[in-house]
């Protein structure tokens, strides 16, 4: 995120400072409410949402062309084969316009069933190497998850785009996915 000045002109069209904070790469539209004047919202307003959901998984980390030992060396005790547990927390941002009557960028209620749908009973109280076709051949990484679950809700929306899938596994540790480049 960066923080970025720019100069405006106020209600009165005195010139004034605005403080706005960036995503990297945004190249959309920057609009403006500026203090004491009301914020002016039309169709080409584009704006952030986020989702956030909770589930629980399993997994382990294993890579069939090495020995035990190098396994042992590279994951340590991820690599127990019995897999361990995670309570991870999902994130998906999607970018929209501002809808002019419903002041939504996308219904709630079906991004929500969306994320329930393509990622949670795929994964939620699951195994991901044992159980989640993605994983079957690709280590389940915080890394590989965000991607997987990128590609499980991208073909899912409408209207809306996907901006980006952050997935937590703890509390210090995430990964964010914004898509091919
Ligand atoms: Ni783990």
Same mark, same amino acid.
């Given at each position: 995120?960066?923080?970025?000045?720019?100069? %405006?002109?106020? &209600?009165?069209?005195?010139?004034?400072? =605005?403080?706005?904070?960036?995503?990297?790469?945004?190249?959309?539209?920057?609009?403006?409410?500026?203090?004491?004047?009301?914020?002016?919202?039309?169709?080409?307003?584009?704006?952030?949402?986020?989702?956030?959901?909770?589930?629980?998984?399993?997994?382990?980390?294993?890579?069939?062309?090495?020995?035990?030992?190098?396994?042992?060396?590279?994951?340590?005790? %991820? &690599?127990?084969?019995?897999?361990?547990?995670?309570?991870?927390?999902?994130?998906?941002?999607?970018?929209?316009?501002?809808?002019?009557? &419903?002041?939504?960028? *996308?219904?709630?209620?079906?991004?929500? @069933? =969306?994320?329930?749908?393509?990622?949670?009973?795929?994964? @939620?109280?699951?195994?991901?190497?044992?159980?989640?076709?993605?994983?079957?051949?690709?280590?389940?990484?915080?890394?590989?998850?965000?991607?997987?679950?990128?590609?499980? *809700?991208?073909?899912?929306?409408?209207?809306?785009?996907?901006?980006?899938?952050?997935?937590?596994?703890?509390?210090?540790?995430?990964?964010?996915?914004?898509?091919?480049?």
């Amino acid at each position: 995120m960066a923080l970025w000045r720019f100069l %405006c002109r106020d &209600s009165r069209g005195y010139p004034e400072y =605005i403080a706005k904070t960036l995503q990297p790469g945004y190249c959309g539209p920057i609009v403006f409410a500026a203090a004491g004047a009301s914020a002016q919202y039309d169709s080409r307003t584009m704006i952030l949402l986020t989702r956030r959901a909770d589930f629980a998984a399993s997994h382990y980390y294993w890579v069939d062309a090495w020995t035990p030992e190098e396994n042992e060396r590279a994951f340590g005790k %991820c &690599s127990n084969r019995h897999g361990h547990g995670h309570n991870y927390t999902l994130e998906v941002t999607v970018a929209g316009e501002v809808d002019a009557t &419903s002041g939504f960028v *996308i219904d709630l209620k079906t991004l929500k @069933d =969306i994320i329930e749908r393509e990622v949670l009973q795929a994964y @939620d109280h699951r195994h991901l190497n044992l159980e989640v076709p993605e994983f079957e051949n690709v280590l389940p990484t915080t890394e590989n998850v965000a991607i997987a679950i990128w590609n499980r *809700i991208a073909p899912a929306l409408k209207g809306a785009k996907l901006h980006r899938v952050r997935v937590y596994e703890m509390a210090d540790l995430f990964a964010d996915y914004y898509g091919e480049a």
